[in-house]
Antibody, heavy 124, light 110 residues
Framework: QLQLQESGPGLVKPSETLSLTCTVS??????????WGWIRQPPGKGLEWIGS???????YYNPSLKSRVTISVDTSKNQFSLKLSSVTAADTAVYYC????????????????WGQGTMVTVSS | QSALTQPASVSGSPGQSITISCTGT?????????VSWYQQHPGKAPKLMIY???NRPSGVSNRFSGSKSGNTASLTISGLQAEDEADYYC??????????FGGGTKLTVL
């Protein structure tokens, strides 16, 4: 059964870069059927899509975050990663990674498998 | 891109039916049959309940159903149960090949 697990620092200083990794187990990140995405949720607030990546490296980003976001993939490690630069307190959130079905998948353009989420706090 | 519009809260009694709306534009909800719905209990990751407007993933109760008319999608939960109390989010594919979520709706089972 496919599982996703986020990892990374729980505390980041303002103006620094937030870095998280999502490890995919029980399946291959190189499947042609899926994109892999990052979603975040500030405390007490709603979900915000950050961006998604295909195993080939093709990416799509939320326009409101695009200037600060980089998502990359490492197929040899079955992982994909998020970097968010110049963070402020507004970036404090639970960060989730999730699988997004591509057009050839059974479940298309929906996040069908999620990691448990990791809380990242931006504070000095 | 702007978040999809959902009511902040809805409520219903056990056994009743409720409907949550999700309003977007012709560039997202209205333009594609790629609307999905997620259920989130406190402290938990979201769970996919409906995909491609009206399809249920394996294991999701048939009490959950989805539909769409124009730029507005809807999630209906029939035979409301206490365990349905949660936050619900809609999401849509967009013309920019991005994803956008709704602001979320808190469902209270009275």
């Amino acid at each position: 059964q496919l599982q996703l697990q986020e990892s990374g620092p729980g505390l980041v200083k303002p103006s620094e870069t937030l870095s998280l990794t999502c490890t995919v187990s029980g399946g291959s990140i190189s499947s042609s059927s899926y994109y892999w995405g990052w979603i975040r949720q500030p405390p007490g607030k709603g979900l915000e899509w950050i961006g998604s990546i295909y195993y080939s490296g093709s990416t799509y980003y939320n326009p409101s975050l695009k200037s600060r976001v980089t998502i990359s993939v490492d197929t040899s490690k079955n992982q994909f990663s998020l970097k968010l630069s110049s963070v402020t307190a507004a970036d404090t959130a639970v960060y989730y990674c999730a699988r997004l079905g591509y057009i050839v998948a059974t479940i298309r353009n929906a996040f069908d498998i999620w990691g448990q989420g990791t809380m990242v706090t931006v504070s000095s | 891109q702007s978040a999809l519009t959902q009511p902040a809260s809805v409520s219903g009694s056990p056994g009743q039916s409720i409907t949550i709306s999700c309003t977007g534009t012709s560039s997202d909800v209205g333009g594609y049959n790629y609307v999905s719905w997620y259920q989130q209990h406190p402290g938990k990751a979201p769970k996919l309940m409906i995909y491609e407007v009206s399809n249920r993933p394996s294991g999701v109760s048939n009490r959950f159903s989805g539909s769409k008319s124009g730029n507005t999608a809807s999630l209906t939960i029939s035979g409301l149960q206490a365990e349905d109390e949660a936050d619900y989010y809609c999401s849509s594919y967009t013309s920019s090949s991005t994803q956008v979520f709704g602001g979320g709706t808190k469902l209270t089972v009275l």
